[in-house]
T-cell receptor, first 115, second 115 residues
């Protein structure tokens, strides 16, 4: 079974631009979560989607948004990029809801560099 | 609110030696605790988790961790280090069983294995 895939793997953008990152969960998985990983702040939860609905959102500004499609694929968008948005963005998938502390399966991440 | 600290941002061990990665947590209610591993250019992989059952938790790749309430610790150990264990290790804590949005990750410990 293929794992979680994220595209693109690497991205360089300029301040003020916007970016869209994509995540394809493991086949059959309906829950997708996004995380931001930076050397300074570590790993931080962005949002979680299940069946095209956002279940939870982390403490990030409104410039960060996401959506999930009917095939469970998810995208996250960051508008008006800032230098501090440079990070590794990780996506994780689960078969169902995240209750019960079931294992999440992480993708390799998208490395975003903002210049 | 809960928090987690990992003593030592970088740990070096010789191949075949004991691996000990330290994690201390702070929580006003019984916590759930995790250890994740991140290999270079990859996402996180769950090593093991404590969910209030047995205090000694065995995980994948020969790792185990012991929950010690009196010491508020959840240290990760492996009897004999292998070169393939070189990676970044993250301890995480949550008190929510219904979703992952409240999981707090530690800053990580980079493990080097010397041949």
């Amino acid at each position: 079974k293929a794992g979680v895939t994220q595209t693109p793997r690497y991205l360089i953008k300029t301040r003020g631009q916007q970016v869209t990152l994509s995540c394809s969960p493991i086949s059959g998985h309906r829950s997708v979560s996004w995380y931001q990983q930076t050397p300074g702040q570590g790993l931080q939860f962005l949002f979680e989607y299940f069946s095209e609905t956002q279940r939870n959102k982390g403490n990030f500004p409104g410039r960060f948004s996401g959506r999930q499609f009917s095939n469970s694929r998810s995208e996250m968008n960051v508008s008006t990029l800032e230098l501090g948005d440079s990070a590794l963005y990780l996506c994780a998938s689960l078969p169902g809801l995240s209750g019960g502390l079931r294992e999440q399966y992480f993708g390799p991440g998208t490395r975003l560099t903002v210049t | 609110a809960q928090s987690v600290t990992q003593l030592g941002s970088h740990v070096s061990v010789s191949e075949g030696a004991l691996v000990l990665l330290r994690c201390n947590y702070s929580s006003s209610v019984p916590p759930y605790l995790f250890w994740y591993v991140q290999y270079p250019n990859q996402g996180l992989q769950l090593l093991l988790k404590y969910t209030s059952a047995a205090t000694l938790v065995k995980g994948i790749n020969g790792f185990e961790a012991e929950f010690k309430k009196s010491e508020t610790s959840f240290h990760l150990t492996k009897p004999s280090a292998h070169m393939s264990d070189a990676a970044e290790y993250f301890c995480a804590v949550t008190t929510e069983k219904t979703s992952y949005d409240k999981v707090i990750f530690g800053p990580g410990t980079s493990l080097s294995v010397i041949p």
